[in-house]
């Protein structure tokens, strides 16, 4: 079993960023991608970057050149860095991991984190 938990969620301002962290225990670290996704109520959860073992990385279009995804594996945590935030990021972040590769799609991962609420302020 792998638990992930998010932290770093809060409030900011339009423009502000904000870093999101998720450390990771049970399972060997270092053989997951992972990856984070938002959710808003009554929408589906979308994808918002990854990153596989080795530090490839794929994102959302919404969120390329404002976001990075990186990971420290002998840390077993991921990191979200979130810059020039927009009210439409608000979203609950969730953290994922998966025994694959790189992947968009939240049904292609095994494990999730509770979420952390992102609110940016127009």
């Known amino acids: 079993q792998v638990q992930l938990v998010e932290s770093g969620g809060g409030l900011v301002q339009a423009g502000g960023s904000l870093r999101l962290s998720c450390a990771a225990s049970?399972?060997?670290?270092?053989?997951?991608?992972m990856g984070w996704f938002r959710q808003t109520p009554g929408k589906e959860r979308d994808f918002v970057a990854a990153i596989n073992w080795s530090g490839v990385t794929n994102y959302a279009d919404s969120v390329r050149g404002r976001f990075t995804i990186s990971r420290d594996n002998s840390k077993s945590t991921v990191w979200l860095q979130m810059n020039s935030l927009k009210p439409d990021d608000t979203a609950v972040y969730y953290c994922?991991?998966?025994?694959?590769?790189?992947?968009?799609?939240?049904?292609?991962?095994?494990?999730w984190g509770q979420g952390t609420q992102v609110t940016v302020s127009s």
């Open positions: 994922a991991a998966r025994t694959g590769g790189l992947s968009i799609l939240s049904t292609h991962y095994d494990y």
């Open positions: 049970g399972r060997t670290f270092s053989n997951y991608a």
